[in-house]
């Protein structure tokens, strides 16, 4: 029995904060310097001594960068703002119920707002004495799922009582995941009034030096498009886009292989992007708009981009089933 004056004591509660990489608050350059230094700061983004780094970025990276940004990002921004953060939210929306009233789902961005910070605050105020850490990142990289642990272990570290974390896995060969893109992909090239000569899956890039340094992502995108092929029933080109700087990056480089592939009778072309788990600046604005703009100029004639899994069912289904696998022995029995 508590005494009167105790403080109140929220009922013990389990929370599972779905994490992606982040996006300004607004398509203007104000917003995107803002977000821009943050995101181009982050040692794991940008393994350069910061003594070197930073009189670059805050030079000549953040003088002439944001302005082209922001313009990229005003051609895709949405009335709930950005598409990033506008399906990460309704993914969290959409698992709200799934692992009942015990469980209390949130999501939050690595680099901007809603911040991992803040978020783990508002669920340790709510009771979460236990909480999955949910980078929806398929592939590892530490450029994006270690950082956004990181983020989340500097708050914990700002914590007397701490809650007791898990953390979500890779999944990039999980048969979940791969069930899931096959089935989204399969959906989406049935609608189309044309059938691709090539179906090109589009990873983020990182410097070739992650890959020399260990850095296993590059093998699992390659594993995912393996498995993903497998799946369709054909083979898939492998790209890697968004190169940055002038460091040697993963390659075939994404936008020199749509430009290629013409000349070699490749004219119609689908594209999609299995290493994003919601559609982005990256997905809308690079591949779907620029990539198109490229391929046709080059002399495709058709083009297509698939969407990424977001929050539909086949995607929702899928991070159901991997949350609810790292969840076991924390939820009371059903």
């Not at 707002?113 to 004495?129: F, H, T, V, Y």
């Not at 936008?255 to 809308?284: H, N, Y």
Request: aromatic residues 8%; glycine residues 6%; hydrophobic residues 45%.
């Amino acid at each position: 029995m508590l005494p009167p004056d105790h403080p109140t004591v929220p009922r013990p509660t389990i929370g599972v904060l779905l994490i992606n990489l982040g996006t300004p608050d607004a398509a203007d350059t104000r917003a995107v310097r803002r977000y821009l230094a943050e995101f181009l700061s982050d040692p794991r983004v940008v393994e350069i001594p910061k003594l070197l780094w930073q009189p670059i970025l805050r030079g000549v990276v953040l003088t002439t960068r944001p302005k082209k940004s922001a313009h990229a990002y005003q051609q895709v921004w949405t009335d709930d703002g950005s598409p990033l953060a506008a399906v990460t939210r309704a993914q969290a929306v959409a698992l709200k119920e799934a692992f009942g009233a015990d469980v209390l789902v949130d999501w939050a961005m690595r680099y901007g707002n809603p911040s991992i910070d803040d978020r783990l605050r508002a669920m340790k105020a709510a009771g979460c004495e236990r909480i999955l850490l949910a980078p929806l990142y398929p592939q590892y990289c530490a450029a994006t799922t270690a950082t956004a642990n990181d983020k989340a272990f500097v708050a914990l570290a700002g914590m007397r009582w701490q809650p007791a974390i898990r953390t979500l896995p890779p999944y990039y060969d999980d048969p979940a995941y791969i069930a899931a893109l096959a089935a989204n992909v399969r959906g989406a090239l049935e609608t189309l009034d044309f059938a691709p000569d090539a179906v090109i899956a589009s990873f983020h890039g990182m410097p070739q030096r992650t890959l020399e340094l260990g850095d296993p992502y590059h093998c699992h995108c390659r594993k995912t498009a393996r498995l993903l092929g497998e799946a369709l029933e054909r083979p898939l080109t492998v790209a890697f886009q968004s190169r940055f700087g002038r460091a040697k990056w993963l390659e075939p480089a994404t936008d020199t292989t749509l430009e290629a592939m013409p000349a070699q009778g490749i004219r119609k072309v689908a594209i999609l992007a299995p290493g994003f788990s919601a559609d982005c600046l990256e997905t809308l604005e690079e591949l779907a708009i620029r990539g198109r703009e490229s391929f046709l100029a080059a002399g495709g004639t058709h083009f297509t981009y698939l969407p990424c899994l977001n929050d539909s069912a086949e995607g929702v289904a899928m991070l159901r089933a991997l949350l609810a696998r790292e969840l076991e022995g924390w939820r009371r029995a059903e």
